[in-house]
C-alpha cells in the first residue's frame, strides 16, 4: 500500500475512536450523573435532615463526572487536531 492509503486509513479509524470516545463518554457521564441525582433525591426524601450534607458531595461528584467526559473531549481533539499517528507514515 501507499503512504496515501495508510494516511487515509489511519485517518478514518481516528475518526471512529473519536466519535467512540465522546458518545461512550457522554453516555456514561450522562447515566452516572442521572443514577447519583435520583440516589440523592431518594435519600434527601427519606432523612431531609441529612441534605445539605449529601448535596455538598453529590456536587462534588457531579464535578468530578463531567470533568472525565472533557477529559475524553479534549483527548478526542487533540487526536483530531495534532494526531500523532499521522507522523509515522510520513
Excluded at 447515566?31 to 458531595?57: D, H, N
Excluded at 462534588?60 to 463531567?66: K, V
Amino acid at each position: 500500500m501507499e503512504n496515501v492509503e495508510y494516511l487515509a486509513l489511519i485517518q478514518a479509524y481516528t475518526g471512529i475512536g473519536i466519535g467512540l470516545m465522546i458518545g461512550l463518554g457522554a453516555a456514561g457521564a450522562c447515566i452516572g450523573v442521572g443514577i447519583m441525582c435520583s440516589r440523592f433525591l431518594e435519600g434527601a426524601a427519606r432523612q431531609p435532615e441529612m441534605i445539605p450534607t449529601l448535596q455538598a458531595k453529590v456536587f462534588l461528584l457531579l464535578g468530578l463526572t463531567d470533568a472525565s467526559f472533557i477529559i475524553a473531549v479534549g483527548m478526542a481533539m487533540f487526536f483530531a487536531f495534532a494526531n500523532p499517528l499521522l507522523s509515522v507514515v510520513q
